[in-house]
């Protein structure tokens, strides 16, 4: 078997040998074991669940929440030459078919579905008919109450190994405390405790945090001074844009990155970047996810995270080919008070979180009673500017509300095209197209989807194309003449953020907020920002191994390349100066014994004696007699 990973690792990604912990995971999960497998990102994580499905029978289900890393991966292994799919909610209820179909009676290998997925019933009355041989779990930490970025859409993958008893499961994740670890495992029922925990130190990554109130002045050094591109980190959606207006106005190459983009141009700009037509992105936390620039020079945080985990996945984006790379926190006076205070709003009074889901089911047109397990395209500015709330409020009660099991909002949504046709089919039939090639598009259209002269129905532009044989452009040019004609009601392709509803909808009054996704989730939030202060306030302690700490509960090694240990360095580097004075002073007046020095010099007996050995070492001292002299 080992031979056939080997074989099957060269293969498929031309590499000779395993990166560290990649065999021993892949071991763990031939022998049947539920594994937990911690390891820093750009490590090779998706290697340990691909290379043991392709050296074996069946299909692995892999659970992830990004549909862009989705897409990507499924991309990438199509590429490859290996089937593999998709499910997510961006496709129409056809496409998902078709999809789950060949996961039964097709060859394909890779099956990658968001949670939320999980319990719908087109999916649970296939999934005990696939050949599961593996499921894996991506972004793990997600299903812990005492994660950063809790999930309860997660908690549904625990139901989803009822279906499959005998499989095992592989958990993945960057960033899990020994807590969070012990509390994946019990979500997903693991058999027995069973964890694979790599490194977190990143030798080639220097870490250092610099207080200043001129922010914009320390960024130019920085980037002046690192060549190469890199990650300005920001909370702020108007701070991305302000910043990257300040880089441009300086002659950089930038340009920002928030949720708030068109999902068109995000892709844009995320490939100029990865393309290196863009130096520098400056961006919120929705980017970097699932991007393997390797280059990555410097991240920035012109603004703190909230927490350790997350400062450390955005900080571990630079460097992953190895070559020394930077990550810089630049903190001013104002910032606890200022990251306090968003703390505050994401946690509103109870009663505006019962009001805002109330106005949210009202605009969703949903009534008391009904709604379980609908699903509805949320704008969520809209919603915000009708009911006259701020977003962030808006968004901290929908947080609350989906930690405790009333809906689950999903920001990372591409919702296929729409059509209904406005006249009746007799109406169509008398219209006259304008060449052979639009009457055949048109007859696709008929003959692919039902209901479209009632109500709007989703369809698939490159399916329309494929049946009519003709190109995209060409139906896509049929769609928006007829759509100008008055003649269909087309809503094109878009990306707005979905909600589900998990419960049908209740009185305002009986919506349960509980304590612990409240007050003790506060709590939670508060202390791993006091931990992350920590870090930034430190001035003596190794920075990497404060990470290593956190994540692996034990101490390593001073890295020797952060901004404190490279004071740490100079500081020693003065006081050898100053003993080697001490020394030469000591020895005009007379030649003495090591002994004799180390007792008439105040400090540390190993550094006078290393301070010896270097004036030895550069001739300006020599050893006589056991005595030490100044040589003249």
């Excluded at 993958?157 to 008893?165: G, H, N, T, V, W």
Aim: proline share 4%.
């Amino acid at each position: 078997m080992e031979q056939k990973l080997l074989d099957t690792l060269k293969k498929y990604w031309h590499y000779d040998s395993f990166r560290p912990m990649q065999k021993e995971a892949i071991e763990s999960i031939l022998s049947g074991r539920d594994t937990l497998v911690l390891m820093p990102t750009g490590g090779g994580k998706s290697i340990i669940y691909q290379l043991p499905t392709l050296a074996n029978d069946g299909l692995c289900i892999v659970v992830t929440p990004l549909i862009a890393l989705m897409k990507d991966q499924v991309d990438r292994l199509r590429r490859m030459g290996i089937p593999a799919v998709a499910v997510h909610s961006g496709m129409t209820p056809r496409q998902i078919d078709i999809a789950l179909d060949n996961c039964i009676y097709g060859d394909i290998k890779f099956l990658y579905i968001a949670p939320e997925r999980l319990s719908s019933e087109m999916f649970r009355l296939r999934v005990d008919r696939m050949n599961v041989t593996l499921l894996a779990v991506d972004e793990a930490h997600c299903i812990s109450q005492w994660g950063y970025d809790f999930r309860p859409s997660y908690l549904r993958i625990a139901e989803l190994r009822r279906y499959m008893p005998d499989t095992p499961v592989l958990a993945l994740t960057a960033s899990a405390t020994p807590r969070v670890a012990k509390d994946i495992m019990k979500r997903l029922d693991f058999a027995e405790p069973n964890v694979l925990q790599a490194s977190f130190l990143r030798p080639n990554l220097s870490y250092s945090v610099r207080q200043t109130e001129d922010k914009e002045g320390q960024l130019l050094r920085i980037i002046n001074n690192v060549p190469g591109c890199g990650i300005v980190y920001v909370r702020m959606r108007k701070t991305a844009e302000q910043v990257a207006q300040f880089l441009i106005e300086q002659g950089f190459s930038a340009a920002y990155y928030h949720g708030g983009l068109p999902n068109a141009e995000r892709s844009m700009r995320q490939d100029e970047w990865i393309s290196g037509k863009t130096r520098i992105m400056v961006a919120t936390n929705a980017f970097g996810m699932g991007i393997d620039k390797r280059d990555v020079r410097f991240v920035v945080h012109y603004t703190m995270s909230d927490s350790l985990e997350s400062y450390y996945q955005e900080a571990g984006r630079a460097g992953r080919d190895g070559g020394r790379s930077y990550a810089v926190i630049l903190m001013s006076a104002t910032d606890n008070d200022r990251i306090i205070n968003t703390f505050e709003k994401e946690f509103p009074d109870i009663e505006l979180v019962r009001s805002i889901y109330h106005d949210l089911c009202s605009y969703l047109g949903v009534a008391i009673g009904d709604g379980k397990e609908a699903s509805f395209v949320f704008n969520i500015f809209d919603f915000c500017k009708r009911y006259k709330q701020p977003l962030a409020i808006v968004m901290s009660a929908i947080k609350l509300l989906q930690l405790n099991g009333y809906i689950t909002l999903v920001e990372d949504c591409e919702h296929p095209a729409r059509l209904m046709f406005m006249i009746s089919r007799d109406e169509l039939y008398n219209i006259k197209m304008q060449n052979e090639k639009e009457e055949e598009i048109l007859r696709s259209i008929l003959r692919l989807y039902t209901g479209i002269f009632s109500d709007f129905r989703p369809i698939d532009e490159m399916e329309i194309a494929a049946f009519s044989k003709h190109s995209h452009e060409d139906v896509h040019a049929l769609l928006k003449h007829l759509w100008r004609s008055n003649i269909i009601r087309y809503i094109p392709t878009n990306h707005d953020p979905l909600i589900f509803l998990d419960e049908e909808r209740l009185p305002s009054r009986d919506v349960y907020i509980a304590p612990e996704t409240y007050s003790q989730r506060k709590s939670l939030m508060l202390e791993r920002f006091n931990r992350l202060l920590h870090y930034a306030n430190e001035e003596q302690e190794c920075r990497s191994r404060i990470i290593e700490q956190y994540f692996c509960d034990k101490i390593s090694e001073p890295c020797g390349i952060c901004d404190n240990c490279l004071a740490r360095k100079r500081r020693e580097k003065s006081t050898s100066a100053n003993y080697e004075e001490q020394i030469i002073d000591l020895l005009v007046a007379e030649p003495m014994t090591i002994k004799e020095v180390v007792a008439r010099i105040v400090g540390n007996e190993q550094a006078i004696i290393e301070a010896v050995r270097q004036l030895t070492e550069k001739g300006t001292i020599s050893a006589e007699d056991s005595k030490l002299n100044l040589k003249k």
